[in-house]
């Protein structure tokens, strides 16, 4: 990865990117350090610290702690993954959304990606509002409550989020990789000083031992190795092409494969299934139950590291695996792609066999990728249950989420390398 980035710098037009790329980092980091008027930070980073255990912990960590601070950039990329997220999903329920995206071509991509904006602007608000709402439960955390404060804090929390959408665009043109992907990935980065720190400290005041700072580093480093393999891994079925003949030329008659990833859900069902099993806590947040009520007990066992809570998340790990396979590849449709271009994979008719063969195919490494998944989830968590070992409770998810996007833009860096040194046919 370093070599690559040194390669990269040598050519100007990449250097120029990579350069913008920084540039873009450090505005979003400053943001982070700008706060929203009428907040005492001091005191929501104390029910920050009391309450990490849910979901307002698990997008704090994810956002690079600014909901911890109620920085103007609090929200980060969530209302925008959100709105991706939804405009997916109703692509495949409305025909028109998915004629825009698949027979208007570049003009239907705009639409789309206007029509996204203005989800996004609606899912900010939204959340901002509920952001706001959370810090009025808490005690003295707001200085001010009144009408025009409320509108203050909603419509910063809002801009901020707009903002960060903006710089996403912005790197993905000008900049190199995915923004938004990018941007989640500084936010996770940012808390990585503080883990070590709180490592190094508890080392020093006792509270920790040595073999659990051990335990902790040789974790890590299997979760890294462990996540690259299974997401550099994949099923290549063989595909024959027919030879055919026109005029004195033949074509066809090669061999080439259907690559199909394991992990082809990336870590969308993760982030899906957390924030799902995480309600009972953070609901408990804002109407604490009485205390012995039935309610109470419910919460109580949803709690972050108990059995049900393992349990319950890794089934939803696996639901939404399955569920994001069956959306983004359709084996019908790649059967059928097949016989219009003359390919056949060895050992099946072309049509339904072909399209049952790689149905059968996309079950088992879809099994295999959300058995990688539950792993990576759920072993922090059940190592969270040792004493001392607490601070694991969502280090494979944040290292899952690292790992992906960091790959994802060394090979973005690399394809851009490629096409510049490729001298073409002509040479």
Do not use: C
Request: aromatic content about 12%; cysteine-free; proline content about 4%.
């Amino acid at each position: 990865m370093i070599e690559t980035i040194r390669n990269a710098w040598k050519i100007p037009e990449l250097r120029k990117r990579l350069l913008f790329l920084l540039l873009a980092v450090i505005v979003f980091r400053l943001g982070h350090a700008i706060y929203v008027p009428y907040v005492n930070t001091g005191l929501l980073a104390d029910q920050f610290q009391v309450n990490s255990n849910n979901l307002l912990g698990y997008f704090n960590i994810l956002s690079g702690g600014g909901l911890a601070t109620a920085s103007i950039l609090a929200l980060g990329v969530y209302p925008s993954i959100n709105a991706s997220i939804i405009m997916q999903l109703l692509q495949i329920a409305i025909p028109a959304l998915e004629r825009m995206a698949k027979d208007e071509g570049e003009a239907g991509r705009k639409k789309l990606s206007a029509i996204t904006r203005y989800v996004t602007l609606a899912l900010s608000f939204v959340m901002g509002y509920s952001y706001y709402i959370m810090l009025k439960s808490y005690d003295n955390v707001l200085i001010r409550t009144d009408w025009w404060s409320a509108i203050v804090i909603v419509m910063t929390f809002t801009a901020g989020s707009m903002f960060v959408m903006w710089l996403g665009e912005r790197i993905t043109e000008k900049g190199v990789g995915n923004g938004i992907s990018i941007i989640l990935f500084i936010g996770i980065v940012s808390r990585g000083p503080q883990a070590v720190m709180s490592i190094y400290n508890g080392l020093v005041s006792g509270t920790m031992k040595w073999w659990q700072a051990l335990i902790i580093v040789v974790m890590a480093i299997g979760i890294i190795a462990f996540i690259i393999y299974i997401t550099n891994a994949e099923r290549r079925i063989p595909v024959q092409y027919a030879k055919r003949v026109v005029g004195r030329k033949q074509y066809g008659g090669q061999s080439s494969n259907l690559p199909m990833k394991v992990n082809m859900s990336g870590v969308m069902p993760v982030i899906f299934a957390s924030t799902i099993v995480s309600v009972p806590a953070t609901i408990a947040q804002f109407f604490t139950p009485r205390e012995g009520s039935f309610w109470a007990g419910f919460v109580n066992t949803f709690q972050q590291g108990r059995p049900v809570y393992i349990i319950v998340y890794v089934l939803l790990i696996f639901a939404f695996a399955y569920f994001y396979a069956t959306i983004q590849f359709n084996p019908i449709e790649v059967a059928n792609n097949l016989k219009k271009n003359g390919g056949f994979i060895p050992g099946f008719r072309p049509g339904k066999p072909t399209s049952d063969f790689i149905a059968k195919v996309l079950n088992k490494i879809t099994l295999m990728g959300a058995i990688f998944l539950a792993i990576i989830a759920a072993l922090p968590l059940i190592m969270s249950n040792v004493e001392g070992l607490s601070g694991l409770a969502i280090g494979g998810t944040s290292v899952l989420i690292m790992v992906g996007v960091a790959l994802e833009t060394v090979k973005a860096i690399e394809g851009q390398m490629l096409m510049r040194h490729y001298k073409g046919f002509l040479e």
